[in-house]
């Protein structure tokens, strides 16, 4: 964690895009890396790629920002399941909190936060469900314990106890013929697939001195600007 601040001149002013980072990385992110259809897709799927052989743990997780009616906003970490040209998605109960703030104003961001690798990427965007086919051929891939797990849970209420939740998933799975097996479990109609819209984009890349480069991409007219920001 970068918790000091050195003094004196930085030892790279003055090289521009030459300048190393303090993890040894000599290139510089830059606009120009912005290419495919949408141009922010390309270099998204190669960061994903090497956080995934950098062996990050849950690389894609995702820091979820909603905010409810009142603009009362609330984060958390959810997984995206999904990520493409249309854009990012993320499954969860209709009626959990962040369900229900979705409800209310359907607009997210999300940040991956690949610290290790000193980059981050946030997407920002109106939210709309996805459909019931994406849910189901989703739903069908999941581990049955996550599935019973689903039907279970009444999603962001309270509980009395972790013994009340675990006798919750133990009568959800004894219904459909236990946990190893038995009937084929159906998805909720309250559980579901949500994908945020991209309007903006924004790759983050970590340098020394916290001279970092920021690219930031907008959907504006049908098209993408793209500009680089300052740190």
């Given amino acids: 964690m970068r918790v000091g601040y050195g003094g004196g001149i930085p030892p790279n002013i003055g090289e521009g895009d030459r300048a190393a980072g303090a993890d040894g990385i000599r290139e510089n992110l830059d606009p120009s890396w912005m290419r ?59 009626n959990s909190g962040k369900g229900l703030q979705l409800a209310d104003n359907p607009y997210a961001s999300v940040t991956f936060p690949w610290i290790a690798l000193e980059r981050q990427v946030h997407f920002r965007g109106p939210v709309e469900h996805v459909s019931r086919e994406e849910t189901q051929a989703y739903w069908e891939l999941r581990p049955r314990g996550s599935q019973i797990s689903a039907r279970a849970s009444d999603q962001s209420r309270p509980i009395a106890s972790r013994l009340d939740l675990e006798k919750k998933a133990a009568d959800t799975a004894e219904s ?23 309007e903006e984009v924004e790759f983050w890349q970590g340098r020394a001195n916290r001279l970092h480069n920021r690219v930031r991409l907008t959907h504006v007219d049908h098209e993408w600007r793209i500009e680089r920001l300052q740190p």
Avoid: H, Q
């Fill in 36 to 94: 495919g259809d949408p141009p922010w897709l390309d270099l998204f799927e190669v960061w994903l790629r090497e956080a995934l052989d950098a062996r990050i743990p849950e690389p894609n997780a995702m820091v979820l920002g909603t905010a409810d009616a009142r603009g009362r906003v609330s984060t958390r970490c959810v997984l995206c399941k999904g990520a493409d040209a249309n854009g990012v998605v993320f499954f969860t109960g209709y």
């Fill in 176 to 198: 459909f013929g236990g946990f190893d097996g038995g009937e084929e479990i159906p998805c909720p109609p309250d559980w579901g697939g949500y994908r945020i819209l991209p």
